[in-house]
């Protein structure tokens, strides 16, 4: 046997088994690159998105009650159907119940959902952030920095900031 040839096969097998290391490595560490991705696209859903993925969501209620989540909004969710009962996100914690159904998605914001009941001169009851205080009465304007009533306690505008919770009571007359 030629002295080159033995050597040849030799070396043959270590670049071999050396390509073969270095593609699983590379595969490794393309597997280990689509995981972070995935992890940090997932990170970055926002509370719309949360909510819309969890199966059976629910809102946790002041009184320590739930309610389940039928529709969410771009920048709110309601219970009921129609919606009676409407909070921005920055007001809610929603959990995961143990159905499998889904909340629909709307395109409506909050202020747009607060002017359908303006329009429909819909009676609200209104539960402040950080505030036992609750109001009553008929939905005259929703503007976008505030929210404006008539009741009992005659013409109220409360800031939108200030709004935990709208309930709708009753349609007009």
Known sequence: ???GVGMDSGVDRVLGGLEAEFQAASARAD????ADLAFSLRQ???MREEIARLS?????LAG????PVSVVGQDFIGCGEPVERAQ???SSIVVQGRGNQHAATSPLTFLELLRLWARGCLTVQIELRESDVGLVGMV????TDHLTIEGPAGVIAVTIDRLAVVTRI????
């Open 1 to 3: 046997m030629p002295q």
């Open 31 to 34: 597997d280990e690159a689509a």
């Open 44 to 46: 970055d859903l926002d």
């Open 56 to 60: 059976d969501p629910h809102v946790l």
């Open 64 to 67: 320590g009650g739930r309610r």
């Open 88 to 90: 921005l996100f920055r």
């Open 140 to 143: 005259r304007r929703a503007a």
């Open 170 to 173: 009753s349609e007009a007359g």
